[in-house]
């Protein structure tokens, strides 16, 4: 994935994460995975989160037929959305996941 691509993902990160529209931490990305009124998601996670975590959320997301993105480092992923060292986001707002999702099949 180029750096013109990575940048405009953070970016959409960033606003989902000002629009309160983010899903982190483990138990909530396990019910943002399984939420039914969600229709378009998408799993965006670090490149070196741990490999046990990656597994576990590509398994998840396959299961539930939500996309799975790869994407910069822990630093670069919490500094897009204002926290401090996470492994992986969901996105909330669907117009934003949708966005997401064009830029980076298209890469």
Known sequence: MDEQ?????LTYMGFAARANKIAFG????????TDKRIAKKV????KDAGE???KDLKIRCEIN???YIEIGDKKALAKAVG?????AVGILDENLAEAIIKIAVSK
């Open 5 to 9: 691509t990575l940048n405009k993902i």
């Open 26 to 33: 483990k138990d909530m990305i396990r019910e943002y995975l």
């Open 43 to 46: 799993l965006i996670v670090a």
């Open 52 to 54: 046990r975590v990656k």
């Open 65 to 67: 037929n939500v996309p």
């Open 83 to 87: 926290k401090s060292n996470l492994s």
